[in-house]
């Protein structure tokens, strides 16, 4: 751990009759961190040592000094070069102290803030050498609880070392929870957590996706002048990515999913990136629809579906498909929507169709072809049927977030619906000729209902489904999709 020198002691205090202190580098809520000499083993360390502020209770201090110790255990326990190596620990004289491997390099804080953003093609090199660092710790049942840029690391030559599991928790040692606080740094806390919920490695990837955000953009989006703005940015407003383009911005957007359920994992995001990283230039999104779709596009000319805010979709669909382990294939990053792909039908006020009008649910078979002249009821899929419900989602965990706009949406959708398409989930030879499929989205007018106040049984008032029929019109003997 390092930083600008800050000053040198004149006496040089030596902690255990070894490590001799030679410069301040830095000071944190925790501690101060010092450059060192090991006059045993003759090289140079960073020795963190717990320096708490007046007026903490006794009982508090017992945590957060037991909290500084189980660092070092917590680093220990873990080899990654993504990770800042812990080398010994010293109680002496009532203090604690971390001696740890020196790493001569700033932050990526202060990178940013003295050059501005990063280019792509970096910051994907630093994702995946901080997504490893991250599995390596979530792996030992370790969550770090405050990954943000100033205790990302980067060398110049681009090594990247992930530190301070000062306030880390291992996930079997609840003991260490904080009546009543919310530990971490308030931009790049994840929704959940301020909902209340305990920290995991879903919630330190939210906060590493904010801060390769952070990274490829300059700022932090949820970044605010109060702690309490910050907070209410992040539980109502959705992140817009302006530089990060292609892989990137999926991946960022896919870790920042509000839902912990429906985030990119780890594993996920760093297979998506190592496959970015081994295309030089690979194409960012998809051209105009294809004029051969069943139904007439708009008017206004569509934006690429993978640039920009629309990178959004690949990410959530990519989470859906990745948790079962089907493989995306070449088409993730081709210039045009598959043929079979029909214009996107809309539901509630405004749009294409009814509520009522649908009535089949996910995974479940109906009788008719979703046309606005038409009402799809249920059917069963044993018998001969025209539908497919083969895939549904919610976007959102969370019902307070806005309508995230009709554009958006549409492209989530497409991207969600051609993804389980295209997988396994329809295992049917030559599908793009034999079959049409169409992703229905809610409108922003049943979007804003509140289930809470619906009489109905059927709350899917921001559903998404991906339906499928036969090209050429006629019934499905069989179910397609596979269950």
């Given at each position: 751990?390092?930083?600008?020198?800050?000053?040198?002691?004149?006496?040089?205090?030596?902690?255990?009759?070894?490590?001799?202190?030679?410069?301040?580098?830095?000071?944190?809520?925790?501690g101060?961190?010092?450059?060192?000499?090991?006059?045993?083993?003759?090289?140079?360390?960073?020795?963190?040592?717990?320096?708490?502020?007046?007026?903490?209770?006794?009982?508090?201090?017992?945590?957060?000094?037991?909290?500084?110790?189980?660092?070092?255990?917590?680093?220990?326990?873990?080899?990654?070069?993504?990770?800042?190596?812990?080398?010994?620990?010293?109680?002496?004289?009532?203090m604690?102290?971390?001696?740890?491997?020196?790493?001569?390099?700033?932050?990526?804080?202060?990178?940013?803030?003295?050059?501005?953003?990063?280019?792509?093609?970096?910051?994907?090199?630093?994702?995946?050498?901080?997504?490893?660092?991250?599995?390596?710790?979530?792996?030992?049942?370790?969550?770090?609880?405050?990954?943000?840029?100033?205790?990302?690391?980067?060398?110049?030559?681009?090594?990247?070392?992930?530190?301070?599991?000062?306030?880390?928790?291992?996930?079997?040692?609840?003991?260490?929870?904080?009546?009543?606080?919310?530990?971490?740094?308030?931009?790049?806390?994840?929704?959940?957590?301020?909902?209340?919920?305990?920290?995991?490695?879903?919630?330190?990837?939210?906060?590493?996706?904010?801060?390769?955000?952070?990274?490829?953009?300059?700022?932090?989006?949820?970044?605010?002048?109060?702690?309490?703005?910050?907070?209410?940015?992040?539980?109502?407003?959705?992140?817009?990515?302006?530089?990060?383009?292609?892989?990137?911005?999926?991946?960022?957007?896919?870790?920042?999913?509000?839902?912990?359920?429906?985030?990119?994992?780890?594993?996920?995001?760093?297979?998506?990136?190592?496959?970015?990283?081994?295309?030089?230039?690979?194409?960012?999104?998809?051209?105009?629809?294809?004029?051969?779709?069943?139904?007439?596009?708009?008017?206004?000319?569509?934006?690429?579906?993978?640039?920009?805010?629309?990178?959004?979709?690949?990410?959530?669909?990519?989470?859906?498909?990745?948790?079962?382990?089907v493989?995306?294939?070449?088409?993730?990053?081709?210039e045009?929507?598959?043929?079979?792909?029909?214009?996107?039908?809309?539901?509630?006020?405004?749009?294409?169709?009814?509520?009522?009008?649908f009535?089949?649910?996910?995974?479940?078979?109906?009788?008719?072809?979703?046309?606005p002249?038409?009402?799809?009821?249920?059917?069963?899929?044993?018998?001969?049927?025209?539908?497919?419900?083969?895939?549904?989602?919610?976007?959102?965990?969370?019902?307070?977030?806005?309508?995230?706009?009709?554009?958006?949406?549409?492209?989530?959708?497409?991207?969600?619906?051609?993804?389980?398409f295209?997988?396994?989930?329809?295992?049917?030879?030559?599908?793009?000729?034999?079959?049409?499929?169409?992703?229905?989205?809610p409108?922003?007018?049943?979007?804003?209902?509140?289930?809470?106040?619906?009489?109905?049984?059927?709350?899917?008032?921001?559903?998404?489904?991906?339906?499928?029929?036969?090209?050429?019109?006629?019934?499905?003997?069989?179910?397609?999709?596979?269950k």
């Amino acid at each position: 751990m390092t930083g600008p020198t800050q000053g040198v002691s004149a006496r040089p205090r030596v902690i255990a009759g070894r490590y001799t202190l030679l410069a301040e580098l830095g000071r944190g809520g925790m501690g101060v961190v010092w450059r060192a000499q090991d006059n045993v083993i003759g090289r140079q360390v960073a020795i963190k040592e717990l320096h708490l502020p007046d007026g903490i209770a006794l009982e508090e201090r017992r945590v957060l000094e037991e909290r500084v110790m189980r660092e070092a255990r917590t680093a220990g326990r873990l080899n990654d070069p993504g990770v800042v190596t812990v080398y010994d620990v010293v109680a002496e004289h009532g203090m604690n102290y971390i001696v740890m491997e020196l790493v001569e390099a700033a932050t990526l804080s202060t990178l940013i803030s003295a050059h501005g953003p990063m280019p792509q093609e970096r910051v994907i090199s630093m994702a995946i050498q901080a997504l490893s660092a991250l599995d390596s710790a979530h792996q030992a049942g370790i969550v770090h609880r405050d990954v943000k840029p100033g205790n990302l690391m980067v060398t110049p030559n681009g090594r990247v070392k992930l530190t301070d599991f000062g306030i880390a928790q291992a996930v079997d040692d609840p003991r260490l929870t904080t009546s009543g606080s919310l530990i971490g740094s308030p931009a790049y806390m994840s929704p959940e957590r301020i909902h209340g919920n305990e920290a995991s490695p879903a919630s330190d990837l939210w906060a590493l996706g904010a801060t390769l955000c952070y990274a490829v953009e300059g700022a932090n989006p949820y970044d605010r002048p109060t702690t309490a703005s910050t907070l209410h940015a992040i539980m109502n407003e959705m992140p817009r990515l302006t530089r990060a383009h292609g892989v990137l911005g999926a991946v960022i957007t896919g870790l920042m999913m509000p839902d912990p359920n429906a985030r990119l994992t780890g594993p996920q995001a760093r297979a998506m990136l190592e496959r970015a990283a081994a295309q030089p230039t690979p194409p960012t999104g998809f051209g105009a629809p294809n004029p051969t779709m069943h139904y007439t596009p708009p008017t206004a000319v569509r934006k690429p579906w993978l640039k920009g805010l629309l990178i959004t979709g690949t990410a959530l669909a990519a989470v859906a498909l990745l948790v079962g382990g089907v493989f995306l294939g070449r088409w993730l990053f081709t210039e045009q929507p598959p043929a079979a792909m029909a214009e996107t039908v809309t539901y509630g006020p405004g749009g294409t169709i009814e509520p009522a009008q649908f009535k089949a649910g996910a995974g479940q078979c109906g009788d008719n072809l979703v046309d606005p002249n038409t009402t799809v009821n249920y059917t069963d899929c044993d018998e001969p049927h025209r539908v497919e419900v083969y895939a549904a989602a919610e976007p959102f965990g969370s019902d307070k977030m806005p309508y995230p706009g009709d554009e958006w949406l549409r492209g989530y959708a497409e991207n969600y619906c051609t993804l389980h398409f295209m997988s396994e989930r329809v295992p049917v030879e030559d599908k793009e000729s034999k079959l049409r499929y169409v992703a229905v989205v809610p409108t922003s007018g049943v979007w804003a209902e509140d289930p809470s106040n619906s009489s109905s049984s059927d709350k899917r008032y921001r559903d998404v489904a991906c339906v499928l029929w036969n090209k050429d019109g006629t019934a499905l003997k069989d179910q397609l999709y596979a269950k």
